[in-house]
């Protein structure tokens, strides 16, 4: 089957959604209506956050999100923040997180970024060494979440 990496298409809200609801199970289901039609519309037309996928044979299987935040230090460029990063439960062990990633970081790189930061909430260790594996550095920097 064929794949393609692109950025997610305006149409395919109620999709990447449902692969969401891999990523968060426990998440409340959002309501597809104006509210959510407009935060969409906002979210899509934002030329600083990216909404990457990849494709097997027409169905989205594997996203992550890219936000490039600007800044005034580091010459002025911008770094970049990955969120979201799910594969479908049927298509893991394919490396399609991978390519997304890879693919996330080239945007980031077309874009200026002097770095992309990745958190994760697992402590597993093969979740680690999949990011790992994928071009990110553990123990560089410690994160800190302060949940609101």
């Not at 089957?1 to 990447?16: A, N």
């Not at 790992?132 to 994160?143: D, H, M, P, S, W």
Request: charged content about 25%; hydrophobic content about 35%; overall charge positive.
């Amino acid at each position: 089957m064929s794949e393609l990496i692109r950025t997610i298409r305006y149409e395919e809200l109620t999709e990447l959604l449902r692969l969401y609801k891999f990523l968060q199970p426990g998440d409340p289901e959002l309501i597809n209506d104006n509210v959510l039609k407009e935060l969409w519309s906002e979210i899509y037309n934002d030329p600083n956050l990216h909404y990457l996928g990849l494709e097997v044979g027409g169905k989205l299987v594997s996203s992550c999100t890219l936000a490039i935040i600007k800044n005034l230090t580091r010459k002025a460029r911008p770094y970049g923040l990955i969120e979201n990063v799910i594969t479908h439960p049927e298509y893991r062990k394919k490396g399609y997180s991978t390519k997304v990633l890879h693919h996330a970081l080239d945007v980031a790189r077309a874009n200026n970024c002097y770095k992309v930061m990745l958190l994760t909430g697992s402590k597993q260790e093969k979740t680690l060494k999949f990011y790992e594996n994928a071009g990110f550095v553990r123990g560089i920097k410690t994160g800190f979440i302060a949940h609101l």
